[in-house]
């Protein structure tokens, strides 16, 4: 088959791996990808759509032919198994490019109704692969009616189950389908039901939201007529619907085919939608944030952090360091000037953006003389602002040497008295 | 209107820069005037991922005063346009982080989409690259410590006021070990709108210095990228399947050299 080959989500030999196991955990997950089984030169694939297998190729052997080809190397403990995940969306594509590998779900469905009981497989030469007559040779397969269980490859084998009820009640704790309809439907006794289990589990996994799923549910809850109602829609159909929908068929398309079954009454319906409930995972946050250790950060904390972005560069222990070394400065080169007597100098700063602030600078006029205050001080008084300003522009410039400009941050109000 | 988006995560190393890089390649191609930013100015290595290293003038010499922005911006593949954060020590010395701001407001002229690449943690120069932003895009691998940091990271933008488009989970292995998409929703309770497999292959673009989205646009690392990008910009995307040649094709092709 020519598939994408990247990092297998896992690799283990045959002797490490129950083949079984694997199976059934794909068809619980619903996967979407293949498997490669490697044993010396020869190569095997199965493919993958939501967890049920849709084709096979073992060398140059393919479909059930396949299967069982895979079945009988995976007896060897040198073989390797690679299981690989395919995106929903290559699928299809990888579906068609492959489907000469593809199993033919609906000739096996026609002849299963005529022998039920039997899982029906006819590794022919029919299935030997030979690309340039593969047309012919499918078209071959579809008029060969007659296969015999005993062909089966039998790749998997499930729990059995003792009644029909214990079946029902193994559906409902997996959450899957078990059962190929072609099988299920002429299920009459326990060991047709055990049939369908284990023959389901290799041929088809469709997901817990098929239509299977009810039937097999109304086989033991209901009597015969409802089950020949709901058995109207056939496996083959559902996997028609698989194959042309690009994502899994959802529980409201269900309802709306069992709605063609005027029979289904509301406690039937209840009884598929407890059958289609998904395994429960912890989605609620609370469990996740448990489960995983994880804690959100209190409004304080943000706030702390968020506070050291908007403090600029400047932390609050330094901005004070700051404010009382730019106090003294100023107020010691204030006092220099020999008309002031006195000065008291406050700074205030800012940090929220970039460093910013308010001085404040209230001085004392020391020698004021009666000839001034007759000539007017105004203009001395002016001249005396301008100069303390100049100073302390100068300090806070010489302070911050390599920021000069933030002198412009700065309101310096000056008071004399 | 410019829109600012800035790629975050919290943890370092979940694939930020490789996103950042391969979804401004992505953007240009469907035509927008893209820059990319490299916010990272303490480990910078934008450039080195798009092969642009050894730039004589970067976002250090930016930040520190010494050259405009205009002179930082370099071409990139399909046209993104690159400002490289410069991944000299000497230079980091000098940056001034509050010219950021400035920075980004010149930036953005003639600019469709400004993607920032935004340093780990959330230290003073992540934070300025999360408030220089209108939109943010989580990044994280599935992984709990991860997810962890990328919660911290959302808090934080959140109450920035930066609108949080959605996280992209990065390196998904369909591992039952990691948490799943469902569980990261919920988690952070941000839409997941991007999940990219983890494949060797961008590790190896990035050390041909070649975007992902370039040297292999059929991978499905490019596919999922080019798709976020597609959802940014409302664009329709169409993944580009792998070649449906066989192994005897591509061998004679590549013998024949049209490969």
């Known amino acids: 088959m020519e598939l994408p080959i990247t990092k297998p989500s896992q690799v283990s030999y045959a002797d490490e791996l129950e ?31 939501y967890g049920m297998q849709v084709a096979a190729s073992y060398d140059r052997h393919l479909k059930h032919d396949a299967l069982e080809k895979i079945n009988s190397a995976l007896g ?41 009981s039997e899982m029906i497989i006819n590794p022919s030469e029919d299935e030997y692969f030979n690309p340039k007559t593969v047309s012919y040779r499918e078209s071959i397969a579809n008029g060969s009616a007659t296969e015999k269980a005993d062909d089966l490859p039998e790749v998997k084998t499930a729990p059995e189950t003792n009644s029909m009820e214990d079946a029902k009640l193994d559906i409902k704790e997996n959450n899957s389908i078990k059962s190929d309809n072609s099988f299920g439907e002429s299920t009459e006794n326990n060991t047709t039901s055990k049939s369908i289990e284990s023959n389901s589990k290799i041929k088809a996994q469709v997901s817990n939201q098929n239509n299977d799923d009810v039937e097999v549910n109304l086989d033991s809850k209901t009597g015969p007529d409802l089950k020949n109602e709901t058995s109207k829609v056939t496996p083959t159909e559902k996997l028609a619907e698989i194959e042309n929908s690009e994502k899994p068929l959802k529980s409201e398309d269900d309802s709306s085919q069992h709605s063609t079954g005027e029979e289904i009454t509301s406690e039937e319906e209840l009884i598929l939608e407890e059958g289609n409930t998904e395994p429960q995972i912890p989605m609620d946050r609370a469990d996740l944030m448990k489960k995983y250790g994880l804690k959100d950060i209190e409004d304080e904390e943000v706030d702390k952090v968020i506070e050291t972005y908007k403090g600029g560069e400047v932390s609050i222990e330094d901005l004070e360091k700051i404010e009382l070394t730019l106090m003294n400065k100023i107020k010691k080169s204030v006092m220099g000037i020999n008309k002031i007597g006195g000065t008291e100098v406050m700074v205030f700063l800012d940090n929220t953006n970039e460093l910013s602030g308010k001085i404040n600078i209230i001085c004392e006029y020391a020698s004021k003389g009666i000839f001034s205050r007759i000539m007017g001080d105004s203009k001395d008084i002016q001249n005396l602002k301008f100069h303390i300003s100049e100073i302390v522009e100068m300090e806070i410039r010489k302070s911050f040497r390599e920021y000069p400009q933030i002198v412009e941050n700065f309101e310096i109000n000056i008071d004399i008295n | 209107m410019t829109r600012v988006i800035t790629i975050a995560s ?110 780990a943690g959330l230290e003073k120069d992540a934070l300025a690259a999360l408030a220089a932003a209108d939109e943010l895009i989580l990044v994280t691998t599935p992984e709990v410590p991860s997810i962890s940091d990328a919660l911290k990271t959302k808090i934080i933008a959140t109450k920035l006021g930066v609108n949080i488009l959605g996280v992209v989970i990065n390196r998904e292995q369909h591992d039952k ?50 798709k976020l990008a597609a959802d940014l910009v409302g664009e329709q995307y169409h993944p580009i399947e792998p070649d449906k040649k066989g192994v005897i094709t591509k061998l004679i092709d590549g013998l024949m050299g049209r490969r």
Not at chain 2, 102 to 110: G, H, P
Not at chain 2, 198 to 209: H, N
């Open chain 1, 19 to 49: 083949l079984s196991e694997l199976l059934e955990k794909l068809m619980q997950k619903e996967h979407n990808g293949f498997i490669r089984v490697t044993h010396g030169s020869e190569e095997g694939y199965i493919l993958f759509k």
């Open chain 1, 76 to 116: 060897k403990t040198d073989t390797l198994i690679e299981v690989f995940d395919l995106k929903k969306t290559q699928i299809d594509y990888l579906i068609d490019l492959n489907k000469v590998y593809k199993f033919d779900f609906a000739k096996k469905s026609n002849k299963t109704t005529e022998k039920p």
């Open chain 2, 10 to 119: 919290g943890k370092g190393g979940v694939g930020k820069t490789t996103i950042t890089a391969n979804l401004g390649v992505a953007l240009s191609t469907y035509g927008e005037r893209t820059v990319v930013l490299d916010a990272d100015i303490a480990m910078a290595n934008l450039e080195l991922i798009l092969g642009m290293e050894g730039k004589s003038v970067t976002l250090h010499e930016v930040l520190a005063g010494e050259a405009s922005i205009e002179d930082a911006i370099y071409e990139g593949p399909s046209g993104v346009r690159i400002v490289p954060a410069g991944i000299s020590l000497e230079g980091l010395r000098n940056v001034k982080l509050d010219r950021l701001e400035e920075t980004l407001s010149r930036l953005i002229e003639d600019t469709d989409i400004l993607l920032i690449d935004a340093p």
């Open chain 2, 177 to 226: 070990t990691f948490l799943t998409v469902d569980e990261i929703e919920t988690i952070l309770e941000v839409p997941v709108i991007s999940v990219i497999p983890d494949d060797p292959e961008v590790s190896r673009s990035a050390a041909f210095g070649e975007p992902i989205v370039i040297k292999n646009p059929k991978s499905q690392v490019t596919n999922s990228i080019m």
